[in-house]
């Protein structure tokens, strides 16, 4: 799997206003995403994308900014956030769901609610 599969696979599956942008600014992001090691995504059984999720850190903050996500799959999303929480355990979360600040900054607690 290679950014332009991963854009593609954004290009084909996006709805209600996921990832509004033109094909090269998708490849942008997600390029950007994964030099700054906030870039997730999520497979099915058969090696198939079934979420993407692209963000921003801030080092300093020790907050990552979650800003574009897309799923065709339930529970992707409890799936990428499990893994942000793995890799910055201490580390603050934001994300926006549906217009709408999401905040987690208890990771543990958050995990907790996940399972």
């Not at 990552?64 to 910055?88: F, N, S």
């Amino acid at each position: 799997m290679n950014i332009e599969d991963i854009t593609e696979w954004i290009i084909i599956h996006r709805t209600n206003g996921a990832f509004p942008y033109t094909c090269s600014e998708i490849h942008n992001l997600v390029t950007v995403s994964i030099i700054n090691d906030v870039f997730g995504f999520t497979l099915n059984k058969e090696n198939f994308i079934t979420g993407v999720a692209c963000g921003e850190k801030s080092i300093e903050k020790k907050e990552i900014y979650i800003h574009d996500v897309l799923t065709t799959q339930k529970g992707a999303i409890k799936i990428l956030m499990k893994k942000y929480i793995e890799k910055y355990p201490d580390w603050k979360i934001v994300s926006s769901c549906r217009g709408r600040p999401r905040i987690i900054s208890n990771p543990t607690k958050f995990e907790r609610r996940l399972k």
